[in-house]
């Protein structure tokens, strides 16, 4: 475990601070949308902070995969299916103890008679209201499809989970989604200029390939 922070405390840090951009820019994006109208513009604004946000910590945890993969395929580290999930855990356990404390809240602050709390009530809000501030580019979903309801908290942490499970098992090995829909990003488009430069390098005037390396 100890191992395991010193080396990815640097990819965690960096995915909190992506969520902390993404927070301002889905809470603003859905709030304004929220204002002019609802609906269809509201669920569009909602996806697309989400969205963007899961792309954000795609790309983060995906460079670590790609970095990995030499030490992996050399044999100094074992391949872990898991290591985008945990790294991804770690960084969302703000998230997580919000989560719980919104529940908490919510079981001892809304029931009538005994167990209606009013600390829990107070608990339940501020806890609420650090959720939609921290979890800006969830916003959307929250208000359109359980607001309210304490699950939702939890259910928000699951894209982030899966993102990043599957972007370090891509990034490990060296698959590319844009790949998939022939979207080349710098990195594949300066290799293919370089091989297409090494191919005519080679070939003589005749145009058959030669061994001849250019040096003398």
């Known amino acids: 475990m ?21 927070m301002i820019f889905g809470f603003t994006i ?14 569009g604004a909602a996806i697309f902070a ?14 670590v995969g790609a970095k990995d993969k030499i030490r992996i ?28 404390l919104i529940l908490i ?10 167990f209606g709390y009013e600390w829990a009530s107070s608990l339940h809000s501020v806890a609420g209201f650090a ?25 928000i942490i699951i894209p982030a989970l899966v993102v990043c499970t599957a972007a370090y098992i891509f990034g490990a090995k060296n698959i590319r989604i844009g790949r998939l829909f022939g979207i080349k990003n710098k990195a594949d488009k300066q290799i293919e200029a370089h091989n297409i430069s090494l191919k005519k390098h080679h070939l003589g005037s005749d145009g058959l390939e030669s061994d001849d390396d250019g040096t003398i």
């Open 2 to 22: 100890k191992k395991f922070f010193k080396e990815n405390i640097g990819v965690i840090v960096k995915l909190m601070i992506n969520q902390i951009a993404m």
């Open 50 to 63: 989400v969205v963007f946000y899961l792309t954000l910590i795609y790309n983060v945890v995906w460079e």
């Open 73 to 100: 395929d050399s044999g100094r580290e074992k391949f872990s299916k898991l290591k985008g999930f945990w790294i991804s855990f770690v960084a969302n356990i703000p998230n997580l103890i919000i989560a719980i």
């Open 105 to 114: 809240g919510f079981i001892f602050g809304r029931v009538e008679g005994a």
């Open 131 to 155: 959720a939609i501030i921290l979890e800006g580019m969830y916003l959307g979903f929250i208000l359109l499809i359980m607001p309210g309801n304490p699950a939702m908290y939890f259910i």
């Open 30 to 43: 859905t709030s304004a949308i929220e204002v002019i109208s609802k609906g269809a513009g509201l669920l």
